[in-house]
């Protein structure tokens, strides 16, 4: 209890000297945080202190550190937070309720830690808040989910740490620039501007939760996102393959079902026919479920550029090796299909490429 009491006067001081900038007491307060946090992680190793370093009010104290702007101090918080939860059940799926995330996020404009990285990695899916069923990482709120989706991945914490920390990153798996981290920063400074306000005045204030408001990427969200791949980046590409092909298909064939944006479709059906290009061998391509849809795009009310890309992608699909992907068409053209073909080329006669494509299915 001494020892977070006197966190408490050390951050009190810290952020008068911050105020004041005066550089020498600023140095002496920096030290005396260090050598407190330093002491708590060595008590952490006792069940009896473990047991009052989770205690809410006196864990808000220790979380409420994440405030000061210094990197040594933030690192080592968040190490004795990780020890010190490790140890308990109870307090790891409310954790978001301390503020600890948006704390934290706040500091991503000096650039994020490996530490940084490995405690949102732990805990950023196990958060039991409200809007759980439509938000699963508490990130979602911070991030887009492209970016959130590294963390997962079995050298996580490197490479989110690399992709936060890039100036610039626009590929099909990532779109994220310093820009964004600058707008992640500001967005986060000023839901916490008032606490933090109040929290200059008296440390010992606690956090009380609010539900962050989710940030809008204008520019990422103009963009057509399918299993954490952007589409108009992949279908520019030239040398990127996809790390789940299978996935990434069974995604863009459902997307091809609900999207109606005629710049959607295109690019969705762009997609599937770059994706069979890499690998015609796809599972999902050898019980291709979509013709019949293809075919009524065709005749439907779709401009020339979408009944282009559809015709595209029967063109190629029908051009691979025999496969049943090309048994099941060519039962679905002698059945109905050619019709739809033929009925496409009648209706189409100035559009001479269409037309070319349309023989050229009707040839194979």
Excluded at 29 to 43: K, R
Aim: aromatic share 8%; hydrophobic share 40%.
């Amino acid at each position: 209890d001494s020892c977070i009491y006197h966190l408490c006067q050390a951050q009190t001081i810290e952020f008068m000297e911050q105020k004041e900038n005066a550089t020498q007491g600023k140095l002496f307060q920096h030290a005396a945080i260090i050598n407190i946090l330093a002491l708590l992680e060595g008590v952490s190793m006792f069940q009896q202190a473990r047991k009052q370093l989770t205690l809410p009010q006196n864990f808000s104290y220790i979380v409420q550190t994440l405030l000061l702007n210094e990197r040594n101090i933030l690192n080592q918080t968040i190490i004795l937070i990780m020890k010190v939860l490790k140890s308990t059940k109870s307090v790891p799926p409310v954790l978001y309720k301390t503020g600890i995330f948006s704390f934290i996020m706040r500091h991503m404009d000096q650039n994020c830690t490996q530490v940084m990285a490995l405690f949102l990695k732990e805990y950023h899916l196990i958060q039991a808040h409200d809007d759980v069923a439509q938000i699963p990482s508490i990130l979602d709120y911070y991030l887009p989910r492209p970016l959130i989706e590294i963390l997962v991945r079995e050298k996580g914490v490197e490479q989110f740490v690399e992709a936060m920390n890039t100036d610039s990153n626009m590929d099909p798996y990532l779109i994220w620039s310093k820009e964004h981290r600058k707008k992640m920063v500001e967005h986060v400074n000023k839901s916490l501007a008032e606490f933090i306000e109040h929290h200059q005045k008296d440390p010992t204030l606690v956090y009380t939760y609010n539900v962050p408001i989710k940030i809008n990427y204008e520019d990422i969200q103009q963009e057509i996102c399918i299993e954490n791949i952007y589409l108009k980046r992949y279908v520019s590409s030239e040398q990127i393959k996809i790390d789940e092909p299978d996935v990434f298909l069974k995604g863009l064939l459902k997307a091809l079902q609900t999207k109606n944006q005629p710049d959607h479709l295109k690019l969705i059906l762009e997609a599937q026919t770059r994706l069979i290009e890499q690998d015609p061998t796809l599972e999902s391509f050898q019980q291709y479920p979509a013709f019949p849809l293809l075919f009524d795009m065709l005749v439907g009310d779709l401009n020339d550029i979408i009944v282009h890309s559809v015709l595209d992608l029967i063109y190629v699909i029908l051009k691979q090796p025999v496969s049943i992907s090309k048994n099941n068409a060519e039962q679905f053209l002698n059945r109905e299909g050619i019709f739809k073909i033929l009925q496409l080329i009648d209706l189409r006669k100035e559009h001479v490429h269409l037309n070319q494509k349309g023989y050229n299915i009707l040839i194979i």
